[in-house]
């Protein structure tokens, strides 16, 4: 009987060494990883200010920074995978929305519709997103330390009241900015005949994606206000199930 006593706590200090070990590496890469995300927004942010210093105009900026801003943007699609596997304890279907969202923004729009990179919408986004990124990468890098500045914290949690809005106009009017030259030249849609026997219309595509925000942005915008009350005021929020 205290052999198999000793087996058992034996195999549960095993199991708890495996846990700390496991947890330990996933600090570890979270914590390079937002160290790393910090770095190429900031990176970003300088090189927006440079070019407007020396330029004087936003004409030309995006293509000033379109290399960095899709790889650092791309590879944000990581933090789905950190949802999934369950190193970060947030909501796969949140994380992957507001991520894919971010990547059609710059792969299929602004990067694929060069016409519409001078508008003044799409250099609002990309100062909202790059102001809001640097604050979220540096709150989650200081949190992980366990050296988090108020500061930081306070801007996590209040910055976005303004920004998210604001980023959300500047996408919904580089969207419809991008609507007359998509009509026209009938990119990325599939028309009848062919020999998949399919129609796919991109300009209706973009249409139906303007409205999604309609239902979608209220409801992440009052996801990040209940994050607020809990974070900043230590309000015990429940979240109702669906």
Not at 2 to 10: K, R
Request: glycine share 4%; hydrophobic share 45%; with cysteine.
């Amino acid at each position: 009987m205290a052999s198999s006593e000793e087996d058992g706590t034996v195999e549960e200090k095993e199991n708890n060494n495996k846990k700390r070990t496991k947890s330990s590496l996933a600090t570890a890469w979270l914590t390079f990883y937002n160290i790393a995300m910090t770095a190429g927004w900031l990176v970003l942010a300088m090189t927006m200010m440079r070019f407007y210093i020396q330029k004087g105009t936003h004409k030309g900026l995006y293509r000033s920074i379109a290399r960095t801003l899709k790889f650092f943007q791309t590879f944000a699609l990581v933090e789905v995978g950190h949802c999934a596997i369950g190193i970060v304890r947030t909501s796969v279907i949140v994380t992957g929305v507001q991520v894919c969202s971010r990547i059609f923004m710059v792969w299929f729009i602004t990067n694929s519709i060069r016409q519409i990179q001078n508008e003044e919408s799409v250099i609002l986004f990309l100062v909202v997103w790059t102001v809001t990124e640097i604050t979220r990468y540096s709150y989650y890098t200081f949190n992980l330390l366990n050296h988090l500045p108020y500061f930081i914290k306070w801007a996590r949690y209040n910055f976005f009241i303004i920004l998210y809005p604001l980023g959300v106009i500047g996408e919904l009017l580089t969207i419809y900015a991008a609507l007359p030259f998509v009509r026209r030249s009938g990119m990325y849609s599939l028309r009848l005949p062919n020999k998949y026997n399919v129609s796919f219309d991109y300009y209706y595509c973009l249409i139906i994606v303007m409205l999604s925000y309609i239902p979608l942005f209220p409801q992440l915008y009052f996801h990040m206000l209940r994050q607020r009350r809990r974070v900043l005021h230590g309000e015990v929020i429940v979240e109702k199930d669906d």
